[in-house]
């Protein structure tokens, strides 16, 4: 157990539709990154927040979109959904500082959603 | 473009068998270096990583891995393989200039038969 939590384990949707993902992550953590896995894209870097202010991003779609809270939760918006987003989506946290000052990264179990 | 290689997508291999998977990146500069590993249904777990030091690193699990900096390379090497260590290698760059952005390969897909 990495002790990151994501919420749900799977969700099927259809396509137009619009789906919220929950992470929780390790306690005093304060950076948290999304990332998608497919087949066809292999593991992509979304987003990344420190401490509720969004500090890197990467190859996320318009229609998705990201916030941490003050808990230092966060959510990861997916809207318009398209059948290509279906994938594996693992969020990751890390102890201040972000990984340059040596620390690890530790990732969720993700969260699997399937786009019908 | 800057990138990571993982040239191996698929390994075979039988149980004691020796293991290297080729990982190359292509950032300039200092890089933070890492492996993961996926097992069937798992989460990405932290095998090692390097920062900075001895380049040769010895991870968890009975692996290590080299970084020879003028090759650009993070080769992961076990040498002896079990039927356990079935599973999903990732390498992945920090380019240490940047942000903690996290950069993966495309992975590795290791088979160990007994």
């Known amino acids: 157990d990495s002790g990151v939590t994501q919420t749900p384990k799977h969700l099927i949707t259809a396509t137009g539709q619009r789906v919220t993902l929950r992470c929780s992550p390790r306690?005093?953590?304060?950076?948290v990154y999304w990332y998608q896995q497919s087949l066809d894209q292999g593991l992509q870097f979304l987003i990344q927040?420190?401490?509720?202010?969004?500090?890197a991003k990467g190859n996320i779609l318009e229609r998705f979109s990201a916030q941490q809270f003050p808990d230092l939760h966060s959510e990861l918006n997916l809207s318009s959904l398209e059948l290509g987003d279906s994938a594996l989506y693992f969020c990751?946290?890390?102890?201040?500082?972000?990984?340059?000052?040596?620390?690890?990264?530790?990732f969720g179990e993700g969260s699997w959603l399937t786009v019908v | 473009a800057q990138s990571v290689s993982q040239h191996n997508h698929h390994v075979i291999l039988s149980e004691a068998a020796s293991l290297e998977l080729g990982c190359n990146y292509s950032?300039?500069?200092?890089?933070?270096l890492f492996w993961y590993v996926q097992y069937p249904g798992q989460h990405l777990q932290l095998l090692l990583k390097?920062?900075?030091?001895?380049?040769l690193v010895k991870g968890i699990k009975g692996f290590e891995a080299e970084f020879i900096k003028s090759k650009f390379s993070f080769n992961l090497r076990k040498p002896s393989v079990q039927w356990s260590d079935t599973a999903e290698y990732f390498c992945?760059?920090?380019?240490?200039?940047?942000?903690?952005?996290?950069?993966f390969g495309t992975g590795t897909r290791l088979q160990v038969f007994p």
């Open positions: 990751a946290s890390s102890m201040p500082l972000g990984l340059s000052s040596g620390n690890t990264i530790y």
């Open positions: 306690s005093g953590d304060l950076s």
């Open positions: 927040y420190y401490n509720g202010e969004e500090r």
């Open positions: 950032y300039g500069g200092t890089v933070n």
């Open positions: 390097y920062f900075s030091g001895d380049p």
């Open positions: 992945a760059v920090i380019p240490a200039w940047g942000t903690d952005k996290l950069i």
